[in-house]
């Protein structure tokens, strides 16, 4: 896995989300911001939809398709 600089590639995609080197979610990006500098994961469970931006601080890490489990 590797930081993107570009957001843009990851609708679609499942995603760990993280600050610091620290993860703080993983999920799957529902939506991009046209200037690539924010993204919204999907709602899942009691996680509600969230806006996350590079300006806050946080990278998007695409999880490689082999990595998400099919169960």
């Known amino acids: 896995m590797g930081d993107h600089a570009d957001w843009n590639d990851l609708a679609g995609r499942q995603?760990?989300?993280?600050?610091?080197?620290?993860?703080?979610?993983t999920g799957y990006v529902k939506d991009v911001a046209v200037t690539e500098d924010a993204l919204w994961l999907e709602a899942y469970g009691a996680?509600?939809?969230?806006l996350y931006t590079k300006a806050q601080g946080y990278t998007a890490l695409a999880i490689p398709v082999s990595d998400v489990s099919t169960s």
């Open 15 to 25: 995603v760990q989300v993280q600050k610091g080197g620290q993860t703080i979610r």
């Open 47 to 50: 996680e509600p939809r969230t």
